[in-house]
């Protein structure tokens, strides 16, 4: 398995998404995102903790990295510059596609043991019930 960090649009488009569905009490999730984060530390709707939740996720796909490549590594694979912007969006079939590469990046060392990875795992798997939820032939099947 190789490892990389990922763009700075693909943690923008995830923590938007999130973030957006913290407070968006009929969105895709119907809120459970709100409080799966409050749980772990992370209250969004305070000022600037998107921008910390972004950071937080940056932090440990570098820290994986190091840890698959040795300390240090992560710097060499890209400027350490991330920037959080809060307009970033994505539709979410992105964003789901999105989780899976991070979560994927992440998954070196002790790394899937931290709480932030376990929530993104919940995330993934929040938004696959939410999404096969709305598709008509799902919609159709019997519950027997």
């Given at each position: 398995?190789?490892?990389?960090?990922?763009?700075?649009?693909?943690?923008?488009?995830?923590?938007?998404?999130i973030e957006k569905e913290s407070w968006q009490k009929d969105g895709l999730t119907y809120?459970?995102?709100?409080?799966?984060?409050?749980?772990?530390?992370?209250?969004?709707?305070?000022?600037?903790?998107?921008?910390?939740?972004?950071?937080?996720?940056?932090?440990?796909?570098?820290?994986?990295?190091?840890?698959?490549?040795?300390?240090?590594?992560?710097?060499?694979?890209?400027?350490?510059?991330f920037r959080f912007d809060a307009s970033e969006s994505a539709g979410n079939y992105q964003?789901?596609?999105?989780?899976?590469?991070?979560?994927?990046?992440?998954?070196?060392?002790?790394?899937?043991?931290?709480?932030?990875?376990?929530?993104?795992?919940?995330?993934?798997?929040?938004?696959?019930?939410?999404?096969?939820?709305?598709?008509?032939?799902?919609?159709k099947a019997i519950w027997n």
């Amino acid at each position: 398995m190789s490892a990389f960090i990922v763009e700075d649009k693909t943690i923008n488009q995830i923590v938007n998404f999130i973030e957006k569905e913290s407070w968006q009490k009929d969105g895709l999730t119907y809120g459970m995102l709100d409080r799966m984060l409050k749980k772990e530390g992370y209250d969004l709707t305070h000022p600037d903790e998107d921008k910390r939740l972004a950071e937080d996720l940056f932090i440990m796909n570098c820290r994986a990295i190091n840890q698959r490549y040795g300390v240090g590594e992560a710097a060499k694979f890209r400027p350490m510059d991330f920037r959080f912007d809060a307009s970033e969006s994505a539709g979410n079939y992105q964003v789901y596609k999105s989780l899976g590469c991070l979560i994927y990046q992440c998954s070196e060392g002790r790394v899937p043991d931290e709480p932030l990875y376990k929530l993104l795992v919940k995330v993934k798997r929040i938004m696959a019930e939410c999404l096969i939820d709305r598709i008509p032939e799902y919609k159709k099947a019997i519950w027997n």
